[in-house]
């Protein structure tokens, strides 16, 4: 194995290390979101980090990541351009988008 790939590996062990504590705090975000469907806040911090997994899952090759992220990301777009409430449906879709993209973190990092 060569250094660069040695190095790539390392730094993908701390992302995943540093992923799930963020996804935790995400879920924590959408908890929030449900109790007041109007908190744009917590709707745009929900956005940010499915920006961030659309971007890190290019970065350390995980593409299911990449897509959960972008879905995630237009959905929350979606409600952010029309200052609309997400309904109950949508939340439940975005905990089920968090849910694989942890999933698919645990299962990363057990490698």
């Known amino acids: 194995?060569?250094?660069?790939?040695k190095k790539f590996d390392e730094?993908?062990?701390?992302?995943?290390?540093?992923?799930?504590?963020?996804?935790?705090?995400t879920v924590e975000t959408l908890d929030a979101l449900a109790k007041n469907r109007g908190d744009a806040h917590s709707l745009a911090a929900i956005r940010k980090d499915m920006h961030w997994l659309a971007g890190v899952g290019g970065t350390y090759k995980l593409p299911e990541i990449t897509q959960i992220g972008e879905t995630g990301e237009q959905l929350c777009?979606?409600?952010l351009e029309t200052a609309q409430?997400?309904?109950e449906q949508?939340?439940?879709?975005?905990?089920s988008l968090i849910a694989r993209a942890q999933?698919?973190?645990d299962a990363q990092s057990a490698e």
């Open 77 to 79: 777009d979606k409600f």
């Open 90 to 95: 949508d939340l439940a879709h975005l905990r």
């Open 11 to 25: 730094i993908r062990l701390q992302f995943f290390g540093r992923a799930q504590p963020r996804l935790v705090k």
């Open 103 to 105: 999933a698919i973190i």
């Open 1 to 5: 194995m060569s250094d660069w790939q």
């Open 85 to 87: 409430p997400p309904p």
